[in-house]
């Protein structure tokens, strides 16, 4: 699964200590968990949970896992170059990066188990660098000393890029025996349209809509994916998949809607329960796939102009799925010819 990119916050620059725990504030408000704070502020790391906290002295890391290097020249450059491999993560700055081409910092640190950041100061040059060499840097450090601003950041590396979804025609549905599935109670709300895509195989993932409609009988449960059985796949961020059984609080998963957009929830529990099953059988033209559902009228595949009750869908029936060649190791893609039925 590829690892998802990582925004940090320096927090450390700022001469007065009230800028620097600015930044955090507004940093955390705005979902950021990662900083680079001072060795002197310490009492920061209690305003909200963090996932990394680099702590400097005189603006170099006191960490020795950590490297902050400032590049002026060719001769920084290969020093910065030389860390691949020795350190946890590079912090990379300059005044000028055409001092230093970004894609040879990519290729050198590519696979050598070093993270490379780099430092941005705006919103476009953050997204120059996500991007260049098509996977860019592991992530971006913002320095600001404007904690507005953090926020215009964020949705660089919190959105996820649309999935493609296209139509597949229902061939036949049917009841099979009683199973455990698995239910995804988010800590979204979703709306008609919107909700994870699930499927038997990893090549075909059918659009299941969250239990956002009402249906004159239950209560909507617009943070619900009634998501099938427990062997299914489904799509979680950097374009993975895991188990449904692997799927626990905490963990995030892809909301993805109608037309492709897509976004990251945090899962808030799953509930795994014996329900009678139904069996879902569409084609894209060239193969069959499959994916196992509750046989209730409350779950729904989504279609290109509304949602299905399983109960209610037939032959000839047209339905979005996310269909792709390949196939998934560890919940990878991979270029290979996979069978699965």
Same mark, same amino acid.
């Given at each position: 699964?590829?690892?998802? +990119? ?6 450390? /620059? ?6 620097? *725990?600015?930044l955090v504030t507004n940093g ?17 790391? *209690? ?27 060719? @001769? ?11 350190? *946890? ?21 590519? !696979? ?8 941005? +100061? ?50 036949? =549905? ?9 239910? $995804? ?9 919107? !909700? ?32 099938g059985a427990v062997h299914e ?12 059984? @692997? ?24 509930? =795994? ?22 046989n209730a009228e409350t779950i ?12 209610? /869908? ?18 990878? *893609? $991979? @270029?290979?010819?996979?069978? @699965?039925?």
């Amino acid at each position: 699964m590829e690892e998802a +990119k990582k925004i940090f916050v320096r927090a450390d /620059l700022p001469a007065v200590k009230d800028d620097r *725990k600015a930044l955090v504030t507004n940093g955390l408000e705005a979902g950021i968990v990662s900083y680079i704070l001072r060795d002197e502020d310490p009492e920061f790391r *209690k305003l909200g949970k963090m996932e990394d906290a680099v702590m400097t002295k005189d603006g170099r890391s006191v960490d020795p896992a950590w490297e902050i290097a400032r590049i002026d020249s060719p @001769e920084d450059q290969e020093k910065v170059l030389a860390l691949a491999g020795s350190k *946890k993560g590079v912090i990379v700055e300059t005044g000028d990066w055409s001092v230093i081409p970004l894609e040879n910092m990519i290729a050198r640190f590519r !696979g050598s188990g070093t993270k490379i950041y780099a430092v941005a +100061k705006t919103k476009e040059d953050a997204e120059l660098y996500l991007k260049t060499m098509e996977n860019g840097t592991d992530g971006i450090v913002i320095d600001t000393s404007d904690p507005a601003e953090i926020g215009r950041f964020r949705d660089l590396v919190g959105t996820p890029a649309p999935v493609e979804l296209s139509e597949v025609t229902v061939e036949d =549905v049917k009841p099979i025996e009683m199973g455990d599935r698995v239910c $995804v109670d988010t800590c979204s709300l979703m709306h008609p349209g919107e !909700g994870m895509l699930i499927g038997s195989y990893s090549n075909c993932l059918f659009l299941v809509q969250s239990e956002s409609e009402d249906n004159g009988y239950v209560a909507t449960r617009p943070f619900r994916v009634n998501a099938g059985a427990v062997h299914e796949y489904c799509m979680v961020p950097g374009e993975g998949t895991r188990y449904l059984s @692997e799927i626990s609080a905490g963990d995030p998963v892809l909301i993805v809607g109608r037309s492709g957009n897509a976004r990251v929830g945090s899962v808030g529990r799953c509930k =795994v329960e014996v329900r009678p099953l139904l069996i879902v059988s569409a084609s894209d033209g060239s193969r069959t796939y499959n994916v196992i559902l509750q046989n209730a009228e409350t779950i729904k595949l989504v279609t290109p102009e509304g949602a299905v009750p399983v109960t209610e /869908l037939k032959k000839g029936d047209r339905v979005l799925a996310h269909v792709e060649t390949g196939g998934r190791h560890f919940g990878m *893609k $991979v @270029e290979e010819t996979i069978t @699965e039925k």
